[in-house]
Structure formats: C-alpha cells, structure tokens
C-alpha cells in the first residue's frame, strides 16, 4: 500500500514536471492518469522491492559522481585509441565476479559496466558477469573489482 | 558570472560535439560489431551528456532545465539497456567476436 | 554555437547511416539506428533552443528517446525470434 502511495505521488510529481501549468482542469487530468498508471502497474504486479529500489537512492548520489569521473576517464581513453592510425585494440571476454546480494544492485553493476565506454557486459549469470573489454587495460581495470565493491556499499546503503 | 557560465556552456558543447564525432568515426573505423558497440558507447554516454548539460547551463532556472534533466535521466537509463540487449543478441548470433588478426585463441 | 552543433550532429548521423547501409550484419544496422535515434533526440533539443520553443521540443525529444530503446528492443526480438513474442511467452526468459 505504501508503495502505491510513493508509485502515485512520484507520477504526480512528474507530470508536473512535465506540464507546468497549475490550472485546475490540466491538474485533474494528471491526477486521473497517475491513478491509472498506480492501477495497470498493481494489476501487473510490478509493484515490489524489485520494480521500486528506493533503498539504492541515497546510494545512489554517492556513486554518480564515482561513476562519472570513471566514465570520462575511459572515454578519453578509447577516444584516443579510435583516432590513432593504428587502431591500438585487443578485445578480449572476460568473467567478473558479482558478488551483489539482490537482483537490483547486480543489474545496477551491469549497467555500470556497459555505461563505461571499453566494456560492455554481455551476459549475466548467477555469480558472475561476462564482460566484453575493447583492450586489456580495461580488462584488468574490472577486474580489480573496485566498482563491483562501490556497486556493493551502494546496496548496503 | 553568466559570462563564465556561458563559457563553460560553450566548452561542453565543443567537448560533446568532439566525443560524437570521434565516437562516429570509430562505428565506422572498427573491425566488428562488438568493437563498434564500444565506439557508439562514447557518443551515446559522454556525447550526448556533456551536450545536454551544455543546453542546461544556456536554460537557466526554467522548466526546461528540469526536462532536460529528465531526458538526460532517460538516456543514461535506456542506452546501455539497449546496449546490453543488443550484445547479447550478438553473442548469441555471431558466436565469434574479432579478437586481433594474429591471435585468434585468446 | 549551436548552428555548428547542429551542423556536427547532421554529419555524426550521416555515418550512422553509411554504418547502417554498409553494416555487415543484423546487428550491426540495429546499432546504428540505436546511435542514430540517440543523436535524434539530442538534434531535436539542439533545435528548440535555436528556434526558442524549446519546451515544445523537448517534450518531442523525450518521446523520441523513449520510442527509441522500445524501436531498438522491438526490432531485436523480431530479428532473433521472428515475432514480438506472441507464440513463445517466455521467450524473453529461457535464455538466461
């Protein structure tokens, strides 16, 4: 029950986000598709711990700007190895271990892998992630495991 | 102060044009699909951040700086879910990603 | 400014689609358009704020992005399992 609560009054906020007008008809109408929204989501029974990680938010804000720092350095990199003539790559596939406890932090730590340009995660098995690595620097990089362990204290919160 | 922020506004831009450039070459530079995901990564990811935090920085406090956040939000969720969804389709069908001419075990 | 970013961004989809005209496989084209579609939606953004209606674009561009990932999901299922999931109800799942 509470989580419909949060579902409706985050929709609502949205939706003024989005539209910007406080006249009363334009309110109405967004307070009937929020409830719509809240509705469909309960009968589909998407309404869980799973499809709501609010526990990752304040997390969350801690490991963005990691992750951001994270992204431009490899961007650089892979930047500079596309414009050389010689194309310096070795691809390589590579296991990472993920030890994440829920489904909710290891799909956060794929989606980390991917969102850093050189890697990209291809597969996600029960214990571990495959990962596709442009060059065997960023290979060795995953493979310290310090964004699995900053994706871990993201859980733990 | 403004004249500072529109600099640094014209700076982000120039730095994600840059990236989607170079990012667009290397999709066509790279030897398969694996390897050009990775170049199409930079544009989808620093690219397109660097040149909406760029168009926030000209917005000022408005409703659009708070869409522009929202898109941008949408982005960064949406492309390496695509991403992914788009590589394990691959593996699946090509079984074989380029790994360097002369060494083909790895 | 941004006249040169609009500019820069028609020559990035330009190769985006020499990508997706050349591209050797399925794969391939998909992700070119994935790239394509992204550089839309920042286009898109770009525009509004030259032509100052840029809470009317943005609005486009944030449809765009999500029509987008759901074009680029589509087109991978019909591609790999030759509908939108119809026959096989799980087939998003078995493959895990």
Known sequence: MLRLLILFSLTIVLWIALSGHFDPFLLSLGLLSAATVTLVSHRMGIIDAEGQPLGLI????????????????????????????????????????????????????????????????????????????????????LKSGEMGKRVEHLESG | MSQALDMLSVLLLFFGVLFILVGSIGLLRMPDVFTRMHAAGITDTIGAAAIILGLMLVAGWTIVLIKLLIVLLFLMLLNPTACHALARAAVHGIRSPWQGESEQQQ | MLTLVTIALLAAMGMALIRAIKGPTVYDRILASNTFSTKTVLMISVLGFLTGESEVYLDIALMYALVGFIVTVAVLKVSEFGDLGQSRPDSGENRQ
Request: with cysteine; hydrophobic share 45%; proline share 10%.
């Open chain 1, 58 to 141: 304040p997390g969350l804000l801690r490991y963005a700007p990691w992750l951001a720092k994270e992204m431009v350095r490899a961007c650089i990199d892979v930047a500079w190895r596309i414009t050389r003539p010689s194309l310096p790559i070795q691809p390589t596939i590579i296991r990472v271990p993920a030890n994440q406890q829920t489904v909710p932090g290891r799909v956060s730590f794929a989606n980390s892998i991917t969102l850093t340009p050189g890697t990209i995660s291809l597969d996600v098995l029960e214990k571990e992630i495959e990962v596709h690595a442009l060059t065997t620097e960023s290979a060795a990089d």
